[in-house]
């Protein structure tokens, strides 16, 4: 199976701010990744897929890249809503895998 | 807007059964692969298993292949997870997705239904 992990594995910031989280694949997956935002006890929410892309609805502050092994997602200008638990996943081989996940915490 | 409703969630012994559903809205549900995703402290986000759009293919996580059965009937709009043997280290919030995760993303994820498997 392929190993995804991310760092760092939590992170403090204050609104707006620039982060950026880290995601590093076992093998090599082109730019099948995929990143979510989780916030207590709510379900994730797709936010980039395909490396790049961004989810409809999305706000543009949200931005991903990265291929072959190495990802990131960015978040710059930093909302209060923005703070939760951010999760990779690739989906270049089966089984798909996740992340360990990023605790973004409010500085 | 897409919806995904699951039910069926509760407290099971182990070697018990359960059965989840899950009650899609909002899309052409006959259309797209559905999966079950779960989430424990202890293993994170796991994706469990996959069913195509016609309900032909399906596909398991090797920790519950022989165990779960992943099924769906579209003329309901429904998409259900069959769990038998199970086993203490099956305790999750289990989520309904729409997508198959692999070559398109889990797009929108049911709110999740708690299993707990205990002695």
């Known amino acids: 199976d392929i190993q995804m992990t991310q760092s760092p594995s939590s992170l403090s910031a204050s609104v707006g701010d620039r982060v950026t989280i880290t995601c590093r694949a076992s093998?090599?997956?082109?730019?099948?990744v995929n990143w979510y935002q989780q916030t207590p006890g709510r379900a994730p929410k797709l936010l980039i897929y395909?490396?790049?892309r961004l989810q409809s609805g999305v706000p543009s502050r949200f931005s991903g890249s990265g291929s072959g092994t190495d990802f990131t997602l960015t978040i710059s200008n930093l909302q209060p809503e923005d703070f939760a638990t951010y999760y990779c996943?690739?989906?270049?081989?089966?089984?798909?895998?996740f992340g360990g996940g990023t605790k973004l915490e409010i500085k | 807007e897409v919806q995904l409703l699951e039910s069926g969630e509760g407290f099971v012994r182990p070697g018990g059964s359960l059965r989840l559903s899950c009650a899609a809205s909002?899309?052409?549900?006959?259309?797209?692969?559905m999966s079950w995703v779960r989430q424990s402290p202890g293993r994170g986000l796991e994706w469990v298993s996959t069913?195509?759009?016609?309900?032909?293919?399906?596909y398991y996580a090797d920790s519950v292949m022989g165990r779960f059965t992943i099924s769906r009937d579209n003329a309901r709009n429904a998409l259900y997870l069959q769990m038998n043997s199970l086993r203490v280290e099956d305790t999750a919030v289990y989520f309904c997705?729409?997508?198959?995760?692999?070559?398109?993303?889990?797009?929108?994820w049911g709110q999740g239904s708690l299993v707990t498997v205990s002695s």
């Open positions: 069913i195509s759009g016609p309900g032909e293919d399906t």
């Open positions: 909002g899309f052409t549900f006959r259309s797209y692969a």
């Open positions: 093998e090599t997956i082109s730019s099948h």
């Open positions: 997705t729409k997508g198959s995760g692999s070559g398109w993303p889990f797009e929108f």
């Open positions: 395909v490396a790049s």
């Open positions: 996943q690739q989906g270049f081989s089966s089984p798909v895998t």
